[in-house]
Structure formats: C-alpha cells, structure tokens
C-alpha cells in the first residue's frame, strides 16, 4: 500500500467532483495511520472524520481522532462544582447528540467508527478549553480541522480545509480542501502538519489553555448500538454504492408482501368513499402494509406526489421508515430538531415543483407536525399530497385536529380503536376530517379467525390485598361511600377513587404472583413482557418505595438471574432498537415496560404478556393484546397472564366497588371470550360476578 499511487491534486471541491470517491477513499485505501482534527463534537463532524474509514477495517489501517466539545455555562458550572465528572457530563453530551441522529449515511459510517473502535483500530482524544491562569474548564472549543494520511513507508498526504459544520450537524453538501503530500513538498507542511497533530494528541505540553483527555472507552461503549452485524465494506457514499441507491427506485409493493383480502378490501372502500375515512383495524393485522400499499396505488394510477405519514411517537416514525424502505419510498424523517429536517423537506419540495422528483414522503411525529416550523410549509407540498394519520385517535384534540391541512383531499385514518375515551368532540374532530369508519370493520375476532393473529390462551390471577394495604382500601372506601351519596361529581371523591385506584394498580401481591409465576410455570421463559402500572411499592431492600417497573426488574434480573431489561420513556429511541434486537435475536429474555409498549411497537416476536397494571381505558388493553398476537416464524400461540385485584372480603358491597370490579371485569372479559380457553377463563372470574352482581359482562 502506497499513498504515492495515488498521484493527488492540490485541492478538491465537491461542486467538482466527488470527495469521497477521488481522495477519502484512495487515502484509507492506502494508508495504514489516520490522523485526524475535527472541530465540533457532533454527530456531523465524527461522521465526516469517518468518510472513507470502511475501508481501515479491510487494510488493518487505525484512525487517531481529536474532537472538542462546546460546554454551556451550565455544563461547566456542574463540572466546576463537582455534580458531574467531565467524563460523565461530556458522555452525556455526546449520547444527547447521537440520539438525535436520523441521517442513515451517517448512522453507517457511525458504524464504521463502531467496528474500528471494537477492534482497537479507533482512539479519541478530546482537547478541551482552560483558563491557563485557574486550569478551570472554559467554554470556547478546540478550532483546528486537519487530517494526516500516513502509509507503511512513512510517507504522509496532509489536508486542511471547509467541512461545513455546526453546532447542528451539516448546513450543506459543499466542501473544499487543499491538499499537500510529503514526498513533493520543498516547504515542510505535510510534516509540520504531522507534527502539530502529534503534539496535540501528546496532551499539547506547550499549550497551558488546552487540555487533552481519552476518550476512547468511553466512546466504544457509547458507538457500541452503531455497530451493526457486519462490519461495511464500503463508505455509504462511494460511487458504487450510490449507483445501486439511486437505480430507478419507485413505489412498488414488494415482491415478499401479499395483501390480504382485508386489505385488499380496505383499499378498494376507501377508493370508493372518495379517497377519505378511517380503516380500523385489529392491531397487528397490518395498517401500515394497508396504507403504503393504498400510495402506490394512488402513485400508479393518479402520479401522487407526496406522501405525509403522522405518528404519535417517535418509534412509529422509524417503523414506518422501515417499512416504507421495502416499499421503494426514500423517506425523510422530519422530527426534533429543526437543523435535521426543514432544509431537506425543503428542497425535496423544490425538487417535485421543478419536476427533477417524482415523488416524496415525508414522515413525522404529532409534535413536529403541529410546530410552526411544519405548517409554515404545508402550503408548499402538491396538489396530489395523501396524508396518513397513524393511531389516529390521537389527532382529536384541539390543537392537533387544527394542523391538520384542509387543502389536502386524499385521507387515511389508521387505529384499532378511533374513538376517543370519554371524548365526543375530539371524536368527531376526528370523522369529520379524515371521514368515517370504512367498513367492514376489521376485527380481533376475525383476524383470529382468518389466521391473521395467532390464538392464545388467557389466565385470569386474582390478587388479594394485603394487611396494610386492606386496612387503607376499607378506609378509602369508606370515605367513597360518603361522598358517593352525597356528591357524586365532587372533587373529593374523584381523589379518594384515583387514590383507591392507584393503591389496587400497585399492590405488593401482584409482585408476589409474578415471582411465583416465574419461579414455576415461567421458568426459564423467553420472548415475554411485562406490563408495570407507574405507581410506586414498598421494596424488600431498603425499606423505601420503588416504581412498579422498577420492583419487577430487581425480582426478574437480580433475585431470578433473567436477561430482562426495561422499555419505558427514559430510554431512547437507539436503546430502544437494542432492546426490540435483543429480543428477537435472544440475547433478552423478555421486556418490562409501563405505557411505551402500548401503541404501535412491533416486536412479533413476543409470546407471553403478564399485565400487572391497566388503565379502565379499552384502547390500552385492545393494544397491548394486540402486541402479543402478532405472527412470527415459529409463533404458533400465545399467553396473556392478567392480574385483577379482588375486593376485601369484609368490605361493603357498594357501588364504588362494584363500579371499581366492573372497570377490570370488562377487561376481563373482553379477553376471555376470544381465548382458545374460553370456558376456563370465564369459570375463574363466575363467583366474582356473582358476588358483586355483575352477571351482566
């Protein structure tokens, strides 16, 4: 390997040519050292310091890399006064940026980086801002952008120049860079740029306003959910690889997917309703194949030219992008920061008004899409623009039901349960612009019966309180009695039912029966889910309070020894793609979550639910049914475990309790009607029905 093969230009710029293609690629070819300077610690800057870098891991070639990163007033102040160490307030900054990442070029050359570090072939260093007279940390940033090819024989190719970055990441595509190259070079600077680089990375000794600390470590365990299962063979903007993305690439329905006759049929009444309603589907029989099916369609016979997909989450976002991948749609992921999207979502509507694009699409979250930043361009997306609004119940309430465009036509609502709990108006926001249910309806019941969903059995586990917590259920109850003949509307007695309700969601025997039902029928279980209410327990540790899901965990991972981890609103969308891998691949044997899991997620692969916590609220037990009756290779069935507290025996039969009991008895019974062992889940729940008059259900 040679960098004198290469015969480089002085300069290059990429309105001339491509920069990966004519030197970042030649360079790493060749070169078995990369040493390289880059400014802002971004996720931007590392994916420009790895343009190039897949081909390190073929030639065994390593990358020495200095970045810096800009310090707030408030980073510094926790570091100064000691609330943080550097190293645990810098990863802090560097996992905030990466989580924020959406561009998949950079999310595969992250990945390069993510093998090179695995293999020992990545170092980074971070050179830090100081006040020379007090060593405290400042907040200016290490400027200098260099970078230094060196091959076996010692020979070097320097480069300095415009990388176009920020704080945000990329403000364009331009790039320009002047090259030297030591073997011609009567004035030194390759070497003194090798130089200068090397002092740097020995912790700049001559330089009392810098320091320069590892990072490597902290760096590979951080790049570790980047590294996918291979490492590239090459950077994502070779022209190779570009050749094979932009081949003529059209919405079309997979060759893997065949619609089912309710899809089909979903399709053809919405056609014939005029372009607008709502399919309401059973969860997991396939709205989103449904509604990219129904776009093509509209692209193949009317030449629709946009696509606007709204979720409520930012995990549906990239379900829908993978999905939407398979279909030969190139989506833009336009959510959180501003920086990432709106220039993008700009020019690709630029690019369908002058005819150089056929067709986009654009996917978003509920909160982007209602932002100022987003509707300020609606006005701009064509005439022939289908908007989907995914778990479309949630576009009801009165800000969101206001963004929504009345200048686009085609309308696609998608939800197994449109109406909204206890909400008429939101309801009718909701019918009156994307238009009614199309029917027929597609069911639970017929998705089991056509083999959509697998079937699956339902066990009932009645909890009883305990002393504590009797004594305080007879107490609250007793108070409820009261206020129940008094006022039935007033506050007081809203409060005493939301603290009876949280007092039953959070009883400690409903930890006991999960132990117990892991230590027995569960043992050694796998691919499960775990259902925690939010509310908090007494711990058998500490002798304080946990979180439910918090509880669940120490029982499941510590005291059982399982490969379980949780899934709730602190994780982030990365951990989150772990976590459903993990799954999948085995390397998890289940999930224990509170709320995320109940819209959209998509992990078929789950066989067993235990619901320890659920609202009265039937869209969220019709969800995450729904989760686990999803089909998967070697699925043939599935367990859903529901844990029902039962009133204390000594209690008054009054309305509060039958009100209460009827609340989970819906559940109950909604679930136990459909099961394959519908007899025996009914029998189980008979004498409760029957004590508090509830033979009705």
Known sequence: MSLQSIKPKISYRSDAGNVVDDFYVPCMTNAVLYRRAVGYFTSGSLSLAARGAARLIKSGGKIQLITSPQLSAEDTEAIEKGYESRGQRIRKLFETELEQLQDELERERLNALAWLISINALEIKLALRVDPRTGKLGRGIYHEKIGVFEDSSGAMIAFTGSQNETTGGLVSNFESIDVYWSWDDPHGRTRAKAADFDDLWAGAPGNPALLVEDFTEIAKEVLAKFRRDQPPEFDPDEEQVRRTKRGPRSPQIPETIRLQDHQLLGIRNWVAAGGKGVLQMATGAGKTITALAAAVRLYEQMGLQALIVVCPYRHLVQQWCREAESFGFDPLLAFESINRWAERLTAQLNDVHSGTRKFMCVLTTNSTFSSDSFQSRLRYFPATT????????????????????????????????????????????????????????????????????????????????????????????????KLWNADAESTSLKFQLLERGRLVASARNKLVALTQLFSSTLQGQSHFLVYCGDGTVETETDLGVARQVDEAMRLLGSDLGMRVSKYTADENLDQREVLRKGIDDGTLQGLVAIRCLDEGVDIPSIQTAIILASSSNPRQFIQRRGRVLRRAPGKDAAVVYDMVVVPPEEGVVGESERSLLRKELVRFVEFADLAINSGEARAKILPLQKKFNLMDL
């Open 386 to 481: 289908f908007i989907v609004g995914d778990e479309v119940h949630n576009l009801g309430s009165e800000n969101l039901a206001s963004a929504l465009p009345e200048k686009i036509t085609l309308r696609l609502g998608l939800s197994a349960t449109p109406e909204r709990w206890f909400d008429l108006e939101g309801t009718a926001r909701i019918f009156n612009y994307f238009g009614p249910v199309i029917e027929p309806k597609f069911t639970l019941k017929m998705a089991l019966n056509k083999g959509v969903l697998v079937p699956y059995r339902y066990v009932p586990i009645l909890i009883e309180l305990d002393d504590d917590e009797r004594k305080r259920y007879l107490e609250i109850s007793a108070k409820i009695a």
